[in-house]
């Protein structure tokens, strides 16, 4: 499975970022995908997934500001980033679970900073 991100990039507090990830399988075989984040200097974490019956999961620290969704047509998960803070700056990993293996896409940067 690949997955292809995109979507990052530098934008002020308050403003807003939708980053897309790709997979180059049928997402319908998927598990769940999502997004994982990592910080300078922190462990990555969880910020949302969706699994394959359309459940979700967010992190306490993005509920009400991001919204994971998904385009089955185009193999496509999606994250809707508002509001977004400095502290949301990081380096933004799409993740999916296939056949009980997690696979990984290139990360994609988001800096929050005026």
């Known amino acids: 499975v690949q997955l292809q991100a995109s979507g990052g990039g530098l934008v002020q507090p308050g403003g807003s970022l939708r980053l897309s990830c790709e997979a180059s399988?049928?997402?319908?075989?998927?598990?769940?995908m999502g997004w994982y984040r990592q910080a300078p200097g922190k462990q990555r974490e969880l910020v949302a997934v969706?699994?394959?019956?359309?459940?979700?999961n967010y992190a306490d620290f993005v509920k009400g500001r991001f919204t994971i969704s998904r385009d089955r047509a185009e193999n496509t998960v999606y994250l809707q980033m508002n509001t977004l803070k400095p502290e949301d700056t990081a380096v933004y990993y799409c993740?999916?679970?296939?056949?009980?293996?997690?696979?990984w896409g290139k990360g994609t940067l988001v800096t929050v900073s005026s």
């Open positions: 993740i999916a679970r296939y056949r009980a293996r997690d696979y």
């Open positions: 399988i049928s997402i319908f075989s998927i598990n769940f």
């Open positions: 969706m699994t394959n019956d359309a459940s979700t």
